[in-house]
């Protein structure tokens, strides 16, 4: 009896505690899930715990698709309020509102939700850095990507597109006439991007073996289910995931790229080497950069040394843009090719037309494809727009407001750390923007067309400054393998073709599910 009564008085603290500790997280989640309710803001109904989260964890909908539902059922159209979890986050459609988000007031929202990786490469790329260092490293890197510098890039892109072209006449020659576009397209790219980023030649068209195509590989498979939960408290608690040293991703790509990077670096500062590609732009950027900040000129070996200092341009954040320029380049412009390729394939009396353009252009420039010949191809530019207007690779993009903010024409205040999602998908497909939007027509993106319509509804490569850095020579990439293939090749459909796109609900860029699936025939006559 005295036993049990001892027990009794022990069990008794831990239970009230414990009670304790659930009536203060229940009351916690009370009010975190009535945020927006008391603030009068629509939005749908949260599971506490997690959130709004529940069609993405499992996944049941890609990232599209549940910011289509968003958009179209709970008022994201103008904005919705929904939970990521306990996080309270607003979804704004209203081309109005983004354009003060985005660009005039974009002093109140500098700073993307960009998770901390803890590997120091990952939190130095621009993608992710906030605040005034990103604004330093962005002022410098800019000029590296004007129409000019780009230019300089051109003849390493158009080898890149020739291996192309060779790729698809061997396939020929095997009988093999259907393609995984985005594989095929992934390998262009990746060949492209380690030329003109890294300074190295990967022929991994005619390699599929290379070291490059393994760390690709390796970089972009998914991570295991055990991860996942990692990942989400990345993305929650930055601040104590750093503290903890949380880390899923496998670095060995990442050291793979890293070593390329500096070992190219290394070589070309000791023997005074220069190349026409974008490490050379960066290493030219920071000796300007020194001779600006120091108001002098400086060595190599001064710039490898400790004798400077206040360096935006440090080894580190260089090696950091190379890799992003790698990450962001491939993958999302071998999926911008692989949709450009379904859309013309479907659509036979456009592609036509571009095929004419391509001529009636080359001819006048003596067959040469030259940066001016592309940008005279006004019809091509408009399919890519419709193409990237349908088939956006990053269906949304975010910010985060870095200052307390009053939407304009409400009164709802955004708090400082909270974050603005903007569907960049729904946008797209809204038909109050595009008529029909589910039609492939190049004719939205005439001159007349444009002005008719804001600038805020058409947003792949997002808008203001923090817009996408390399989105001219992402375009120019694109269509100079587009112009290659175009004069050799036609796009039709195969029995693999899928109509419509099946889009992959596990990523959170957007991927057809089943692959981008096209048949390529020989052209008959120019």
């Known amino acids: 009896m005295i036993a049990q009564l001892v027990s009794s008085v022990c069990t008794f603290p831990l239970v009230v505690g414990l009670l304790a500790v659930i009536s203060l997280a229940a009351l916690y989640l009370q009010k975190t899930y009535t945020f927006w309710e008391v603030r009068g803001v629509g939005g749908p109904k949260p599971t506490w715990v997690i959130g709004n989260m529940y069609a993405r964890l499992r996944p049941t909908h890609s990232m599209a698709e549940y910011d289509q539902l968003l958009y179209k059922e709970h008022g994201g159209k103008r904005f919705c309020g929904y939970y990521e979890f306990t996080q ?121 073996q290379n070291e490059f195509s393994a760390a690709a590989a390796r970089f972009f498979t998914p991570p295991p289910r055990w991860k996942r939960p990692i990942i989400f408290f990345q993305f929650l608690w930055p601040q104590i995931a750093r503290h903890l040293c949380l880390n899923v991703i ?95 394939a479907l659509h036979p009396h456009i592609q036509q037309k571009c095929m004419q353009e391509i001529d009636r252009v080359l001819e006048k420039h003596d067959g040469k494809i030259t940066y001016e010949c592309i940008t005279e191809m006004t019809y091509l530019d ?48 809204d038909p109050d923007n595009y008529p029909d939007p589910e039609r492939f027509d190049p004719e939205r993106f005439s001159p007349e067309n444009k002005a008719s319509r804001s600038q805020l509804v058409y947003l792949p490569f997002g808008s203001g400054p923090r817009n996408c850095i390399g989105m001219r020579f992402a375009l120019m990439e694109a269509k100079v393998a587009v112009v290659y293939l175009l004069q050799e090749f036609a796009f039709i459909p195969s029995k693999k073709t899928q109509v419509p796109i099946i889009i992959e609900q596990r990523s959170g860029l957007l991927k057809a599910q089943d692959g981008v699936w096209v048949r390529l025939a020989k052209r008959t006559s120019h």
């Open 88 to 208: 309270p986050c607003l979804m704004i459609g209203d081309p109005e509102l983004l354009k003060h988000v985005m660009v005039k007031d974009f002093d109140h929202f500098t700073d993307r939700s960009f998770v901390t990786f803890n590997e120091p490469v990952m939190d130095h790329m621009l993608l992710g850095l906030k605040g005034g260092v990103w604004k330093a490293v962005r002022a410098v890197m800019t000029p590296t990507f004007s129409s000019g510098k780009i230019k300089h890039t051109l003849q390493l892109v158009k080898d890149c597109a020739k291996n192309l072209v060779i790729y698809f006449d061997k396939e020929f020659e095997k009988r093999s006439m259907e393609f995984e576009m985005k594989e095929v397209y992934g390998m262009f790219t990746m060949d492209a991007i380690a030329s003109i980023a890294f300074g190295v030649n990967s022929d991994s068209l005619n390699n599929t």
């Open 250 to 344: 496998d670095r060995t790509p990442i050291h793979f790229f890293t070593k390329v990077v500096s070992d190219t670096m290394k070589y070309r500062l000791e023997n005074q080497l220069r190349r026409s590609d974008f490490l050379q732009l960066l290493l030219d950027a920071r000796l300007q950069e020194h001779t600006n900040n120091n108001k002098g000129t400086h060595s190599a070996a001064d710039l490898t040394s400790k004798k400077i200092t206040n360096q935006v341009l440090t080894d580190l954040v260089i090696t950091a843009q190379c890799v992003l320029f790698y990450i962001a380049g491939y993958d999302t412009t071998a999926t911008t090719l692989s949709f450009l390729s379904y859309c013309l």
């Open 382 to 429: 408009m399919v890519f727009a419709e193409t990237l207007r349908l088939y956006p690779p990053a269906p949304r993009v975010d910010r985060t407001v870095t200052k307390d903010y009053t939407l304009p024409g409400t009164n709802l205040t955004l708090y400082k750390g909270q974050k603005v999602t903007i569907p960049i998908y729904s946008i797209h497909r």
